[in-house]
């Protein structure tokens, strides 16, 4: 952890600890949860998504797209036209995976203040 850029600064973290918090089933929360994606450099803003890893129960593949809409809102300060591009992907496409997902966008404004 203490590697990670923290792109998001205590937002991010914030949010990494409150999902490992909600998602963890044993009494501690284990690594698993903190497998953080590094930058693979700071002049091309690459992921290195080698070091992406399923867990060996297995992974909802809709939970993690849910988290990924939430912590690109989160940077976003709850814009959606920024989250989108945060995401690489349209406004509309965004909309509608916000929609799928009963994500209301309005609810990370209040992130701004923190």
Do not use: C
């Amino acid at each position: 952890m203490l590697n990670y850029p923290w792109p998001g600064n205590v937002r991010e973290l914030r949010n990494t600890i409150e999902k490992a918090v909600l998602f963890e089933t044993a009494d501690l929360i284990s690594a698993r949860f903190f497998k953080l994606i590094a930058t693979e450099s700071a002049s091309n803003g690459l992921l290195n998504l080698t070091k992406l890893t399923i867990p060996p129960e297995g992974i909802d593949i809709a939970m993690v797209e849910k988290a990924l809409l939430e912590n690109a809102l989160i940077m976003a300060n709850g814009n959606q036209t920024r989250a989108a591009k945060l995401l690489k992907i349209s406004r509309e496409t965004l909309k509608y995976r916000l929609r799928k997902y009963h994500i209301d966008s309005e609810q990370y404004k209040a992130f701004q203040a923190s």
